[in-house]
């Protein structure tokens, strides 16, 4: 047997799930000869136990074998694949090949004689089974029986299925496979900066900072959207020297709150929080009000210090010294961070290594179990591995989202070393071949270990398609990330259509991560100006389809317009908590400026349902009602519905 799956790098490290996700384990199991074969899954839970599911050939010929198993908690899993020769398929195929053609007719039922016998004897069976077991065998024997019919007998090919009856049998090594909580591969994210949320102007130029009491205030209009997560960026006291003034500026004035990630100052580093926001109680307070409506608090967690930070003098060590004496800022050429100092790994990792655990484990004692970690791609992955193993062997439940946005095998690489989440491409794909390509990415080459998380915008990222693409275009991301993975994210400002960039950058202008920006939700949806009630439909339909919960399942469709963009998630019954099968189906024009009319051509068996059938869709936006087939006329406005999110429903009576 060759080519199991899922497994990364050969088993280096554990291949990826989250408890109630449906994961496909495949095989590729072949023999000499033309004899049948039979493959099987052994799955192992936590606690020891396993469970043996039967493979089938995912195409014939193929010989790749192919079940789906849905792991149902949190631990460490473990699975082998079993080969065996197939004894009674092979009979039954036989026999009713030579007895329809009337050759070797005896022979063929002497020989499932002596096969049902040698199973019957065989005492590991139910003594129901093997009762029938005898019974077959002895008809089997009489000329005056209807033999012909047990060859296709239900029951026994049934109790072949369970209990193979088999002489060869070969298996693979055993493979280890992480399941993680849910939370790790299913929610909806939604950043705010605690700062903006209650601030105030003074007369004087002055301002009066927002605090973790303000921020709560906001807690409810984001859990009424329907969010999961809630992230913070760092909550620490800001240094002031080099501060950045507005729009990333040199000249901070006396009023100029500085960037968060520029961390640290006399008031403390990393375990502080900024006295602006007020105090760990008040911290606590806010956490308990995001439990009490369902959310939980996501940190960034940045490990770099501004040349205030209490690090700088306590540990020299931990940065970079240039030739001329000075400490080496961060870059990312054009751009230039001078109020931040990245920390060196190599002179103390051992320190550093014992400083960031303790920072982590800080937190957590407070109760936060979500981490958003500020560009993990500049460190040593080993130190990453290393952590998010120590923190995770007492917490399992905490969950890292690494920030990288970088070249495609260091990404792959974080998240092969333990991050639960990454950022992703999703944010500059943007045209039907992009999406497709990037779709296909994430749902099948990189889905074992890569969990990406949708985020349409960040403090950092206006792209040029929501610079110009007007509401329509914020529409069409929200609805593609909210469909196309489990795990999706907005930054605060998007709902209301902030689509001015600073000239020459990719950055929203008056960017919030250099002053305050306190925002008037309410006037905005007063005056149709917000895009959050839509939201809330996206994440109300996120909730109440499973097939949406999954990662696997995206199948693309083809249509004939090079703007229209098709694609459905299908869950089958048997992993879903009602027992019925669930499908969604998603057609978006991703030309904000035009109206499309295409034929989309949808494959059938993707969806669950029989080839040439008609079939009743719901529009899950609008709530329109049509009957659909294969080959479906569509027609998309940019303007007013550039987006069909559809579910499959049992059709009326009359129609």
Not at 40 to 46: A, N
């Amino acid at each position: 047997m060759l080519g199991a799956s899922p497994v990364v790098d050969c088993g280096r490290w554990p291949a990826k799930a989250f408890a109630g996700e449906v994961v496909p384990f495949e095989v590729t199991a072949f023999r000499e000869g033309h004899d049948a074969i039979g493959v099987r899954l052994v799955l192992t839970d936590p606690d020891g136990e396993s469970r043996v599911l039967p493979l089938a050939e995912a195409a014939p010929g193929t010989d790749r074998w192919r079940v789906l198993a849905q792991p149902d908690r949190a631990g460490s899993w473990s699975f082998r694949f079993e080969g065996y020769g197939d004894e009674f398929a092979t009979w039954a195929h036989n026999a009713a090949t030579k007895i329809d053609a009337g050759v070797d007719v005896e022979l063929m039922y002497a020989m499932g004689r002596e096969l049902l016998t040698a199973a019957a004897s065989d005492r590991s069976r139910p003594a129901a089974e093997r009762r029938y077991l005898t019974a077959c065998a002895t008809e089997l024997a009489r000329p005056d029986a209807d033999r012909r019919a047990l060859v296709d007998d239900a029951r026994l090919a049934q109790i072949a299925a369970e209990r193979p009856m088999f002489t060869l049998h070969a298996e693979t090594e055993t493979m280890p496979l992480r399941v993680e909580r849910s939370r790790a591969g299913v929610g909806s994210w939604y950043e705010f900066f605690p700062r903006s949320e209650g601030a105030k102007k003074r007369r004087d130029g002055s301002w009066s900072s927002g605090t973790f009491r303000t921020a709560a205030k906001r807690l409810p209009a984001v859990a009424a959207m329907g969010f999961d997560v809630v992230y913070l960026p760092p909550i620490h006291p800001i240094g002031r020297a080099f501060r950045k003034g507005p729009n990333n500026t040199l000249d901070a004035g006396p009023n100029d709150p500085g960037s968060p990630w520029a961390i640290g100052s006399a008031e403390g580093g990393h375990d502080s929080i900024h006295p602006d926001l007020g105090t760990k109680k008040d911290f606590a307070a806010f956490l308990a009000r995001a439990r009490s409506l369902g959310l939980e608090i996501a940190l960034d967690l940045a490990l770099q210090a501004s040349p205030d930070h209490p690090w700088v003098t306590e540990h020299p060590e931990w940065f970079t010294t240039l030739p001329d004496g000075t400490i080496a800022y961060a870059e990312n050429p054009p751009k230039k961070y001078q109020d931040i100092y990245p920390v060196n790994f190599d002179n103390d990792p051992d320190g550093i290594r014992a400083e960031v655990l303790r920072i982590v484990r800080h937190w957590i004692s407070f109760g936060v179990r979500i981490f958003r970690v500020d560009n993990p791609h500049t460190k040593p992955v080993a130190f990453w591995e290393w952590l998010i193993a120590e923190v995770t062997a007492t917490d399992p439940d905490v969950v890292f989202l690494a920030e990288a946005f970088t070249r495609p095998a260091m990404m792959r690489t974080l998240a092969k070393v333990g991050f639960q989440q990454s950022y992703s491409y999703f944010t500059w794909r943007n045209t039907k071949q992009e999406l497709e390509e990037f779709l296909t990415s994430i749902s099948a080459e990189t889905a074992d270990y890569l969990r990406p998380n949708l985020f349409v915008n960040t403090p950092d990222i206006l792209t040029e398609y929501l610079q110009f693409g007007g509401p329509a275009a914020y529409t069409i991301r929200a609805a593609i990330a909210a469909t196309a993975a489990p795990l999706w994210g907005v930054y605060s400002g998007f709902e209301l259509f902030e689509n001015v960039a600073r000239p020459g950058s990719e950055e929203n202008i008056d960017n919030e991560k250099y002053e305050y920006k306190p925002r008037d939700f309410a006037a905005a949806e007063a005056e149709d100006r917000s895009l959050a009630l839509l939201l809330g439909i996206l994440n109300g339909i996120r909730r109440s389809h499973p097939a949406l919960g999954q990662l696997r399942n995206l199948v693309l469709h083809h249509s004939e317009d090079d703007a229209i963009l098709v694609y459905s998630k299908h869950l089958a019954g048997e992993f879903t908590t009602t027992g019925r099968p669930d499908t969604v189906i998603v057609v978006a024009n991703v030309d904000p400026h035009s109206v499309r009319e295409t034929t989309i051509h949808l494959d059938a068996a993707a969806l669950g349902l029989a080839p040439g059938a008609a079939f009743h869709v719901r529009e899950l936006i609008t709530g329109a009602e049509w009957t659909w087939t294969e080959h479906q006329y569509v027609k998309l406005d940019a303007f007013t519905t550039p987006v069909h999110i559809l579910e499959i429903v049992e059709a009326p009576d009359d129609v």
